[in-house]
């Protein structure tokens, strides 16, 4: 279960609910992308008790995420920061009420004697407190999933409207882009590889999104934004690209890279897009 509510417990722990430690914190930021059969959890947290740290690196104590929604499971995590989590569709079900926390539980009975992390309270105490092995340590704040995003996982959409000027048009939904097609043919729907052959369209709109990204969120009028250093946008898509980029690693957008980026938060579409002509081709002389 989400702890979410203060809780009783025998002993001091790291949590926002309690003051048991001298002015130490335990954060967690998840990010959630579709990965096809799965969804890639980036699981990102500040933890700066050194007493907790310590037992990780020592492996007296295990991370775990928890993340309820119908029900609650437990996943063990590698011991570091900045971390992908690939779980299976089949294993979860994501809702507007789902929800995230870090749980640090020891993996043995752990003496609390060089604990200095603790309140002044404790401190003349901590010889003698233990946690029992499967104790919890710390319990981290709780992420909710964005449960307002109407398509959380669908970043383009496809449409015909035979009255646009030009072959092709890209637009901006509330939270997608949008390839205005003239013509359905336009689409490849006639070919086996059609999707691979619509990623020169998709190109170019991630291209045309990035760069209003780049607009939008650039407060201080600078040809480059920092991904970590910017706050949650209001505009869905946005926030859909700031997520994505997040989870594939990329630190700075500018008006120079951003080819780059999407080369990083994309599979590579342009690969793909030239096999499926080339296949597409050698298909046609078959023939």
């Given at each position: 279960m989400i702890?979410?509510?203060?809780?009783?417990?025998?002993?001091?722990?790291?949590?926002?609910?309690?003051?048991?430690?001298?002015?130490?914190?335990?954060?967690?930021?998840?990010?959630?992308?579709?990965?096809?059969?799965?969804?890639?959890?980036?699981?990102?947290?500040?933890?700066?008790?050194?007493?907790?740290?310590?037992?990780?690196?020592?492996?007296?104590?295990?991370?775990?995420?928890?993340?309820?929604?119908?029900?609650?499971?437990f996943y063990?995590?590698?011991?570091?920061?900045?971390?992908?989590?690939?779980?299976?569709?089949?294993?979860?079900?994501?809702?507007?009420?789902?929800?995230?926390?870090?749980?640090?539980?020891?993996?043995?009975?752990?003496?609390?004697?060089?604990?200095?992390?603790?309140?002044?309270?404790?401190?003349?105490?901590?010889?003698?407190?233990?946690?029992?092995?499967?104790?919890?340590?710390?319990?981290?704040?709780?992420?909710?999933?964005?449960?307002?995003?109407?398509?959380?996982?669908?970043?383009?959409?496809?449409?015909?409207?035979?009255?646009?000027?030009?072959?092709?048009?890209?637009?901006?939904?509330?939270?997608?882009?949008?390839?205005?097609?003239?013509?359905?043919?336009?689409?490849?729907?006639?070919?086996?590889?059609k999707n691979?052959?619509?990623?020169?369209?998709?190109?170019?709109?991630?291209?045309?999104?990035?760069?209003?990204?780049?607009?939008?969120?650039?407060?201080?009028?600078?040809?480059?934004?920092?991904?970590?250093?910017?706050?949650?946008?209001?505009?869905?898509?946005?926030?859909?690209?700031?997520?994505?980029?997040?989870?594939?690693?990329?630190?700075?957008?500018?008006?120079?890279?951003?080819?780059?980026?999407?080369?990083?938060?994309?599979?590579?579409?342009?690969?793909?897009?030239?096999?499926?002509?080339?296949?597409?081709?050698?298909?046609?002389?078959?023939?």
């Open positions: 702890f979410d509510k203060e809780s009783t417990f025998p002993h001091p722990i790291l949590s926002k609910f309690t003051d048991d430690y001298e002015d130490k914190t335990f954060i967690l930021k998840v990010g959630v992308q579709d990965g096809g059969n799965h969804y890639a959890f980036k699981i990102e947290y500040k933890l700066d008790s050194k007493f907790i740290i310590n037992a990780l690196n020592k492996n007296q104590a295990n991370l775990y995420l928890l993340v309820q929604s119908k029900d609650s499971k063990k995590l590698e011991n570091k920061n900045d971390q992908i989590l690939p779980i299976s569709k089949n294993s979860i079900s994501l809702n507007k009420r789902t929800s995230f926390q870090l749980v640090i539980m020891t993996t043995e009975i752990l003496s609390f004697k060089s604990n200095k992390d603790l309140h002044k309270f404790y401190l003349k105490e901590r010889e003698n407190i233990y946690i029992d092995k499967f104790g919890v340590l710390a319990i981290s704040n709780v992420e909710k999933f964005n449960g307002d995003l109407k398509k959380p996982y669908e970043l383009f959409e496809k449409k015909v409207d035979s009255n646009i000027k030009s072959e092709i048009k890209i637009e901006f939904g509330s939270e997608t882009i949008i390839i205005v097609y003239r013509d359905i043919e336009y689409q490849y729907n006639k070919h086996r590889r691979s052959l619509n990623n020169h369209y998709v190109y170019i709109g991630l291209q045309r999104a990035l760069l209003r990204f780049l607009r939008s969120n650039n407060e201080k009028d600078q040809e480059e934004i920092y991904i970590n250093g910017i706050d949650e946008p209001a505009d869905k898509l946005d926030l859909k690209l700031l997520n994505l980029m997040k989870v594939k690693g990329v630190l700075l957008l500018n008006y120079e890279n951003v080819d780059e980026v999407i080369a990083k938060i994309s599979d590579k579409i342009i690969s793909k897009h030239y096999y499926a002509i080339e296949e597409t081709f050698n298909e046609s002389k078959i023939a």
